[in-house]
């Protein structure tokens, strides 16, 4: 979506100016973001050795939102991209902004490319980082899950700050 079309968006009427300047620096971010989530996808194909392998890694590439709902995880704000898909707003004028997200597993810090999208998910990640809430984490990132909340005829996909289990050592006392 290129600036032309959220000023028409804005245009439209009922578009508050935080939600006018809000799409705006989503838009900015998404021009400007450095790509490690899509270079490490392509790195992935591009180590593939034969067929299987190419395949095996473009199907790996990223995990959808949705069918990673329920899953806690850590994300750092440094592992988060900002994506345009200009066609969402041109075919139906859905908020054309989605994440990936570059987001590490509880226990070993794997890390897993997820991409979600939908209006309250990119509003509460981009508001969550200008607050500051992400630099209250030590270097794992914030811990999160993504709960689906039924909305309409589907799902709306929210992430929620996820509480970390106390581990237990084996004398009993909590770590």
């Not at 909340?149 to 581990?167: F, M, S």
């Given at each position: 979506m290129a600036s032309t079309e959220i000023d028409e968006w804005v245009k439209t009427g009922g578009i508050p100016n935080n939600i006018a300047a809000f799409a705006r620096a989503v838009e900015l971010e998404s021009t400007m973001d450095n790509g490690a989530a899509v270079r490490d996808i392509m790195a992935q194909i591009l180590a593939a050795d034969d067929m299987e392998a190419v395949f095996a890694a473009a199907m790996a590439g990223t995990v959808s939102g949705k069918d990673f709902?329920?899953?806690?995880?850590?994300?750092?704000?440094?592992?988060?991209?900002?994506?345009?898909s200009a066609s969402a707003y041109r075919e139906n004028g859905?908020?054309?902004?989605?994440?990936?997200?570059?987001?590490?597993?509880?226990?070993?810090g794997e890390k897993t490319v997820?991409?979600?999208?939908?209006?309250?998910?990119?509003?509460?990640?981009?508001?969550?980082?200008?607050?500051?809430?992400?630099?209250?984490?030590?270097?794992?990132?914030?811990?999160?899950?993504?709960?689906?909340?039924?909305?309409?005829?589907?799902h709306v996909l929210i992430p929620q700050l996820y509480k970390l289990p106390k581990t237990v050592h084996a004398s009993g006392s909590s770590k």
């Amino acid at each position: 979506m290129a600036s032309t079309e959220i000023d028409e968006w804005v245009k439209t009427g009922g578009i508050p100016n935080n939600i006018a300047a809000f799409a705006r620096a989503v838009e900015l971010e998404s021009t400007m973001d450095n790509g490690a989530a899509v270079r490490d996808i392509m790195a992935q194909i591009l180590a593939a050795d034969d067929m299987e392998a190419v395949f095996a890694a473009a199907m790996a590439g990223t995990v959808s939102g949705k069918d990673f709902a329920d899953t806690p995880f850590f994300l750092r704000k440094d592992d988060i991209e900002w994506k345009m898909s200009a066609s969402a707003y041109r075919e139906n004028g859905q908020f054309p902004f989605y994440t990936l997200l570059r987001v590490g597993d509880l226990e070993t810090g794997e890390k897993t490319v997820v991409s979600c999208g939908g209006t309250t998910f990119v509003t509460t990640i981009w508001r969550l980082i200008q607050i500051g809430a992400f630099d209250k984490f030590d270097d794992r990132g914030m811990p999160l899950i993504i709960k689906a909340k039924p909305a309409g005829l589907g799902h709306v996909l929210i992430p929620q700050l996820y509480k970390l289990p106390k581990t237990v050592h084996a004398s009993g006392s909590s770590k």
